[in-house]
């Protein structure tokens, strides 16, 4: 078992003060399942139990009745390391109290436990986002599926807990994350350029994904890109080495592309931009860095692009391109998904799968 980092912190000493046990056996009346199943599972109860400065997020039983009805029951039942992985996602690495997840940034990126090289591929830890609207906390994790705080600031010897109405989702490749969130043109073009591969096993991975209305938009040019004018585009859209959560970029600033160009970042009126694309999706969570999903197609030769934010959608980044009906550009080699795997279970199944 790989529980290194778990041990580590275990090893940091004992304090005094209610333990996880006691507190577990307090809250019975949401948190009875979690305790009898970290109780079946000694060795991880022992660690987490002695683990120092973390905030455990705790699935209720609610969360766990739906976990246990789903086929991941089983994968979790018969891989330990997938147990531990999915055990360690649910502990953060520090002591965050309510407060700190309330009117802070919109989306707040924390670091987890989970840094097992068979499902994370992010320096320091993989992360998960928090949001608060009106004092409410909702956890997003892979795929973006949410679990909202039920019961927060339940203080222990090792740290706090927070009682999460769902289970998290470990994150998935960039391939799983891209087709569960329909991004089938963006796929479509980096499975074209064989660039696929590269970006679900690079480490600490930043990328921009213009949605398909964003391929749409600019359909008349596309199909007559060569290969190598495609790639570049791409590129342009990737930046290596550096996870760079919403929080990181809303200040403003720049990163260099694998392209070798640069992005340029702007908060306007509350919206976040890279170049003059509107991100309206961002900090969709993968194995190995962070998806932002904008609504253009971002062009390496007009990185001075600027957007205006009172237009509901951006003029395209590529000078006399326009729109095509019909068919959307790079998806008719893309598996149409049927049901996408955006619940919980579905996700971190499709995972487990993955790594068998
Ligand atoms: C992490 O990177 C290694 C090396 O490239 C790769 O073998 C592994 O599959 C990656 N893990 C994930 C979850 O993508
Ligand atoms: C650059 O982008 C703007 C839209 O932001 C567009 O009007 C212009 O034509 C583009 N220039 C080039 C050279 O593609």
């Known amino acids: 078992m790989r529980l290194k980092r778990l041990i580590l912190l275990a090893s940091a000493g004992v304090s005094s003060g209610q333990t996880l046990a006691e507190v577990l056996t307090a809250q019975s009346a949401t948190l009875s399942m979690l305790n009898s199943w970290l109780s079946s599972q000694e060795l991880i109860f022992t660690i987490l139990s002695g683990a120092q400065g973390v905030t455990l997020l705790a699935p209720s039983n609610d969360a766990l009745t739906e976990l246990y009805n789903s086929p991941l029951a089983n994968q979790l039942a018969q891989d330990p390391n997938l147990l531990t992985a999915f055990l360690a996602y649910h502990v953060l690495d520090g002591i965050f109290f309510n407060s700190h997840f309330v009117n802070t940034q919109p989306h707040l990126s924390l670091p987890t436990l989970l840094d097992i090289e068979t499902f994370s591929n992010v320096s320091g ?23 909202a705080v039920q019961g927060a600031d339940y203080n ?7 009682i999460i109405e769902s289970c998290l989702t470990i994150p998935g490749s960039v391939t799983n994350t891209l087709i569960a969130a329909g991004l089938t043109a963006a796929l479509g073009a980096l499975r074209r350029c064989k660039m696929e591969d590269r970006l679900n096993t690079d480490t600490d991975v930043t990328i921009f994904v213009p949605n398909n209305d964003a391929f749409k938009a600019i359909g008349s040019l596309v199909d007559g890109m060569t290969l190598e004018q495609l790639t570049t585009v791409l590129n342009y859209h990737v930046v290596p080495g550096k996870v760079l959560y919403s929080q990181q970029i809303s200040g403003g600033g720049q990163a260099l592309t694998a392209e070798g160009a640069m992005l340029n ?13 509107r991100i309206v999706q961002p900090n969709l969570l993968i194995a190995n860095g962070v998806v932002h999903v904008c609504d253009g197609v971002l062009n390496p030769a007009n990185a001075t692009a600027a957007p205006n934010p009172s237009a509901s959608t951006q003029e395209p980044a590529f000078a006399g391109a326009s729109s095509t009906d019909g068919e959307v550009p790079f998806t008719s080699a893309i598996p149409t998904v049927t049901s996408p795997a955006t619940s919980t279970v579905s996700g971190v199944k499709a995972e487990a799968r993955e790594a068998v």
């Open 125 to 147: 830890g993989q992360r998960i986002i928090s949001t608060s609207q009106n004092g409410a906390v909702t956890f997003f994790s892979g795929h973006g599926a949410q679990a």
């Open 156 to 162: 222990y010897a090792g740290g706090t807990l927070h």
């Open 265 to 277: 970042f702007r908060t306007l009126d509350g919206e976040l931009f890279v170049n003059s694309a």
